[in-house]
């Protein structure tokens, strides 16, 4: 098995090179469950492949900003980012293009969660009560972990959120919110609501400890962003395929693994209004 | 005069298979002797006296070659470790941080005798090779035995002063062994004499019977 | 001085006393410590600790059992990623420890040392967040990453093991040249010393490429900090005990005679390496990585713009990182204290291999993984930070003691106290110097520690490096590193001169 994989590992090493410049390569931001990426992205992979006619590889990445890094870098071409990854990753690349978009993306939100020793009860505005305890966001990137939390809750209280909680923390990713909230690190938390569905679904969650306390209102989220030279690299029209690609993509075994019902046409002007917060916030130039 | 055997040895060897230290070691030394051990250099006296030592352990005051002073605790600290035995492990954790008074005025009476007495706040860093020794001295006497052991106890001082300590020391003991360089200090001060050379004894005498040029071939080459 | 003695101290052999100042070495050592708790004491006031009851019980039983019950889905995935970690090790340590031989032979030039200095003082997470910007996740951004701060590390070492050599064998080399005069005379005779260092330095670095996994190298630390994210604890359990073998056997899997085979193995287990492009690094190195004020030539907005990281970042996590490494410092110290008696055959007898087992535990584990679970417990504040750093420390610095305290045992007197009066009265001021030489030398690193520790959320330097690269704030990042580095030189520094004025040698590794 070991020599195996050292000779796999060296013919990888030989042949990377002749390889590289027609493999198609893609990543997605960590955002949630990360367990086993390799074996569920590389479906995807092998369904882009079958349907673009080259080679689709999948790399995986840690976090938010290695993602728009090695979208930057050209080490991925296409990448599935969230709202704000998307906007600062084409920001970074000139002619990037938001291409499709989670059909649950259009009308994203996001749950506000409160372990149940706090005993904040749920509502339709932004409970009160919240003030004062123990908050923490998802990763610092994240649009539905912290960008629109951030945004509404300096909305509705007009203060930032340091000035709000006595603590702020950023748990990484969102499978991370719901675990530190339930067990009582923190007490309050912003979980993307496809996650926490997901989990709930799952059974992954004790709704005992830990329960949505209240919901924002809908913004746009995630999207498949492309790199602008696709077409001159991988022939004309590569761009238009790869989208048809993913909204053709019907396999409820690959769609769960983003989690979506179905893939959307999107454009980079539907991520405008994240832009703007991202500035009104400062977490964009 | 002498009373009963303290230590006994019969054909005692020690070291690796090849490299014997000692060789077939008898002798016997009785309660009340004062014992020189003489010989050169790497006779083995040092391992006869450890081999000795661990015979009564509980018994001996030891004052090794390799004195052990600690160089972060004080003189008094250093003179005290003498007397942990006697006392509970709390009180000499608390003895550490405080002397208890009591213990400050027998140390110091110890050094005193020695001449150290204003040198009970240093550490032995700060001491000649010539005062770490009286302090290692000191150890051995707070130590109240009835028997000593030194290995060398006076190396380190002008011979007059080596000497005033030696007799104060076997005044303070009833039984003592004592592995010393010079053959007059041997002769003069001890009743019994042993010589070792190559890891065997070379003789054992009286130190009334014992002419000094006898001792002295013990130090000549075969 | 009294009459009688008087007398007595005229007839010594050795003439005068040493000419040394007034207060004792153990009054010196014991006031400096004390000063280093007063500023610890005074430091928790400053960091940011905070004891929240969270509700840890259930997390822990779950992390408890799982630890007991190591399972892996895929083997050969766990076996690459090892492969990976050993790896990167090696090549990171050997080339490394080349540089560091180089460097430390111009060591006595200032230009070097405070090079060396600055490229030590940036944490091998920092470097890695760095070059991944230009180089992907990829195999040159893992070596680099070990083998710059290691550099570092080595020529400090390298240069400290020279100074202690005799100088008797190179002075009958005196008339030829400074690199002649190392490589026959310096380095054969001080490479006992230097091969035992640069052991402990692959151990060092199987680690650093473990941790580097938790950026998304494909080492052992990319599975571990996945699993532990995950929750799922009897994989993370699997990697950490496959983490803890792999460093406890490396004396049964490592022949020296091997080593080119090895190292030659290595670079075909490296992984792939993607395209970089040129242009990009450039515009990193020549654009990115500065303010653009600074790039357009407004020298007062660029002022203006270091003024506002400065206050708003720079100032509140300085506090922070200072607080929990002087904290830390001093808790690392009372640890290694405890335990290292507990590891010390000549102390505890027959079951000293229980209190090394555990100190080799305590050194192998990461000290990120270490405060994450004590960030369960406490909840999240400082406190995590200064607990890991303290028991990761302390542990390092125990075991070391505990082998000065084994092989010093054969020296000791024959009518030793026993039990505590033994630690007390003997052992513990005997390795007292080492002790403290061993954890002014450790400051720097716990320095660096605790600015990476703000990637788990605690407002050190760290957090900040990790916001703006979030925030794709390179210029930002680039600036705080520089901050976190010139804090580590200044504690280098202090150290050094603390060290000299205590009069104490560079300890023993």
């Known amino acids: 098995m070991m020599l195996r994989s050292v000779f796999a590992a060296a013919a990888g090493l030989l042949m990377s090179a002749a390889a590289v410049a027609e493999t198609f390569t893609f990543t997605a931001i960590p955002d949630a469950d990360e367990s086993r990426l390799n074996a569920r992205f590389g479906k995807v992979a092998d369904y882009l492949s079958e349907q673009l006619g080259v080679d689709v590889k999948y790399i995986p990445v840690k976090s938010y900003p290695a993602a728009i890094t090695a979208f930057r870098n050209d080490q991925v071409q296409l990448a599935w980012f969230g709202g704000l990854s998307g906007v600062q990753a084409r920001a970074l690349v000139e002619g990037s293009e938001a291409i499709a978009q989670g059909y649950e993306d259009q009308f994203f939100k996001t749950y506000i969660i409160a372990n149940t020793s706090t005993e904040i009860e749920a509502s339709d505005e932004l409970p009160e009560d919240i003030k004062g305890k123990t908050f923490t966001f998802g990763s610092k990137g994240s649009t539905s972990g912290r960008l629109m939390p951030e945004f509404f809750i300096r909305e509705a209280f007009n203060a930032s959120p340091d000035e709000l909680f006595s603590r702020v923390g950023f748990s990484g990713d969102h499978s991370r919110t719901i675990s530190q909230v339930q067990s009582g690190v923190y007490q309050v938390g912003a979980v993307n609501y496809s996650v926490w569905d997901t989990e709930v679904e799952e059974g992954k969650i004790d709704t005992d400890k830990v329960k949505v306390i209240w919901t924002t209102p809908t913004y746009p989220d995630y999207q498949w962003t492309i790199r602008g030279d696709v077409d001159a690299r991988y022939g004309e029209g590569f761009k238009e395929k790869v989208r048809t690609a993913l909204l053709d993509m019907k396999d409820e075994d690959l769609l769960a693994s983003f989690p979506r019902k179905s893939f959307v046409p999107a454009s980079n002007d539907d991520y405008a209004p994240i832009e703007r917060t991202g500035k009104a916030i400062g977490l964009l130039d | 005069m002498p009373g009963q055997a303290m230590f006994q040895l019969t054909g005692a060897s020690f070291g690796h298979d090849d490299q014997l230290v000692l060789h077939d070691i008898s002798l016997e030394i009785r309660d009340g002797e004062k014992v020189a051990l003489v010989g050169p250099s790497g006779a083995g006296k040092s391992t006869l006296l450890s081999l000795l030592w661990k015979q009564q352990p509980d018994a001996v005051a030891l004052c090794p070659q390799e004195s052990g002073l600690v160089d972060l605790l004080s003189t008094y600290q250093n003179i005290y470790m003498g007397g942990l035995s006697r006392f509970s492990t709390l009180y000499n954790l608390i003895n550490l941080i405080r002397p208890w008074a009591a213990r400050r005025e027998e140390v110091a009476r110890v050094a005193r005798t020695l001449g150290i007495e204003e040198k009970l706040w240093n550490s032995p860093d700060q001491l000649s090779g010539g005062q770490r020794q009286r302090v290692a001295l000191g150890r051995a006497l707070y130590r109240n035995k009835s028997v000593f052991m030194g290995d060398e106890p006076v190396s380190s001082l002008d011979p007059e002063q080596g000497e005033q300590l030696l007799i104060h020391v076997l005044q303070q003991h009833t039984t003592a062994i004592v592995a010393i360089h010079s053959p ?39 | 001085m009294g009459g009688k003695s008087v007398s007595l101290a005229k007839g010594e052999k050795s003439k005068g006393e040493k000419p040394k100042g007034k207060k004792s070495t153990g009054a010196r050592f014991r006031d400096l410590s004390l000063w280093f708790v007063l500023v610890a004491i005074v430091s928790l006031f400053f960091a940011d600790i905070f004891l929240y009851q969270p509700d840890p019980w259930e997390e822990f039983t779950r992390i408890g059992w799982g630890m007991v019950t190591p399972f892996w889905p895929d083997a050969n995935e766990l076996l690459m990623s090892a492969l990976y970690t050993v790896s990167f090790a090696l090549l990171g340590v050997a080339v490394s420890a080349a540089l560091g031989v180089l460097l430390a032979i111009w060591f006595h030039w200032r230009v070097v040392r405070v ?95 473990a941790i580097l996994g938790f950026i998304g190298l494909p080492t052992l630390g990319f599975h571990l900090e996945t699993a532990f994210r995950q929750g799922d604890y009897s994989e993370a359990a699997a990697v950490f005990w496959v983490f803890l073998l792999l460093i406890g056997t490396v004396r049964f899997w490592f022949y020296k005679k091997l080593l080119p085979a090895y190292l030659l193995g290595a670079v075909f287990m490296l992984p792939e390496m993607p395209p970089v492009n040129a242009s990009f690094v450039w515009q990193f190195f020549t654009q990115d990585l500065w303010p653009s004020p600074l790039l357009n030539g407004d020298l007062p907005g660029a002022m203006s713009w270091y003024g506002n990281v400065l206050a708003d970042e720079v100032g509140p996590a300085l506090i922070q990182t200072i607080a929990i490494t002087q904290a830390a410092l001093v808790l690392s110290g009372v640890m290694a204290l405890a335990w290292y008696p507990f590891a010390s055959r000549w102390l505890v007898g027959r079951y000293y291999w229980v209190g090394r087992f555990k100190l080799l535990v305590l050194r192998s584990v990461p000290e990120l993984m270490l405060a994450y679970l004590f960030m369960l417990l406490f909840g999240p504040s400082a406190l995590p930070a200064i607990f890991a750093l303290a028991l990761h420390n302390g542990g390092l610095i125990a075991f070391l003691l505990a082998n000065h305290s084994q092989d010093a045992s054969s020296q000791q007197r024959l009518d030793s106290p026993s039990g505590l009066a033994r630690y007390f009265y003997q052992d513990l001021p005997q390795r007292y110097p080492a002790f403290l030489a061993l954890l002014f030398y450790r400051w720097e690193v716990i320095m660096r520690e605790s600015a990476m520790m703000g990637v788990l959320g605690i407002a050190t330097l760290g957090f900040y490096v990790d916001s703006a690269f979030e925030e794709i704030r390179f210029d930002k990042a680039f600036f705080l590193i520089l901050v976190a580095a010139a804090l580590n030189v200044i504690v280098d520094s202090l150290s050094r001169r603390l060290r000299r004025a205590a009069g104490l040698k560079t300890p023993r590794m």
Request: a neutral charge; glycine letters at 6%.
């Open chain 2, 184 to 222: 007059e200090l041997a002769a003069k001060h001890f009743d019994r004499i042993i010589a070792l050379k190559d890891g065997r004894i070379f003789g054992d005498w009286q130190a009334a019977e014992l002419d000094l040029s006898t001792l002295e071939t013990v130090y000549q080459d075969a």
């Open chain 3, 115 to 209: 090079f060396s200095a600055v490229i030590r003082s940036v944490h091998e997470i920092f470097w890695g967040l760095l070059f991944m910007q230009v180089f992907g996740l990829s195999a040159l951004t893992g070596l680099l990453a070990i083998i710059i701060p290691f550099a570092g590390i080595f020529a400090k070492v390298f240069s400290d093991v020279f100074h202690q050599q005799s100088s008797a064998t190179v002075d009958t080399l005196a008339g030829s040249s400074r690199l002649s005069r190392f490589f026959y005379g310096w380095i054969p005779q001080a490479w006992p010393a230097m091969r035992s260092y640069i052991r402990y330095r692959f151990e060092c670095a199987l680690r650093s490429s």
